[in-house]
């Protein structure tokens, strides 16, 4: 197992050249690549409730860490992948970046930036599937987790620990195919509406 972080490695995955200098250092091949990074609030902003809230600095700063991130990785991934043998490229997305399942509106940067996540990795999947026909290309919901980043909104949502909610996605993963790629799916595995 490999992991990379920005603590540890220096990875930073809103900088194009530390993403290829930091995976341009692997050799081996990968047949799990498990992108775990996001943001909800950036800079001591507030997911916001309505659009007058809405600032450019905010809604740029949502789109490099939760969508140009994962898509920077993946690019410089790629030939870390197998070409004939089974293997995942996962993201964590968030049900929020649901078009479809978007009920209650608001928090515009954040919902934005993991609908692009998605549409990324749907259109990359078509991609990566012309070359890696045995790949499953997939954004994760991984549900509510307990943390820091989430203790404001635990009273609205049921939530799991950090350890029970990877375990759940690694569940996920390994009951993945090559049929699921370009697919969103939840912790338990059940399809989000895009």
């Known amino acids: ?30 047949d799990l690549i498990f992108v775990t990074t996001g943001a ?11 659009m007058r809230a809405v600032s450019p600095v ?3 700063d949502q ?33 929020v970046g649901s078009i479809g399942d978007n009920q209650l509106g608001g928090w515009y940067s954040y919902r934005a930036a993991k609908a692009a996540l998605n549409q990324l990795i749907h259109t990359s999947a078509i991609e990566l599937a012309r070359t890696h026909p045995q790949l ?10 307990q943390t820091e980043f989430t203790k404001d909104y635990q009273s609205r949502h049921a939530t799991v620990s950090p350890q029970a909610a990877a375990s759940n996605l690694i569940s996920v993963i390994e009951g993945l195919s090559p049929a699921d790629t370009g ?7 059940k399809p989000v509406p895009w």
């Open 183 to 189: 697919g969103f799916f939840d912790w338990a595995g």
């Open 136 to 145: 499953a290309c997939v954004a994760l919901h991984p549900g509510t987790v």
């Open 40 to 50: 909800l609030q950036g800079a001591g902003r507030l997911p916001e409730k309505t």
């Open 1 to 30: 197992m490999t992991a990379l972080s920005r603590s540890h490695d220096g990875l930073d995955i809103t900088d194009e050249t530390s993403v290829a200098d930091c995976l341009g250092a692997l050799e081996a091949s990968y």
């Open 63 to 95: 789109f490099r860490v939760n969508a140009l991130g994962p898509m920077m990785v993946l690019k410089h991934a790629k030939r870390l992948l197998p070409r004939q043998s089974r293997a995942t490229f996962a993201v964590l997305s968030a049900r």
């Open 58 to 60: 905010a809604l740029m």
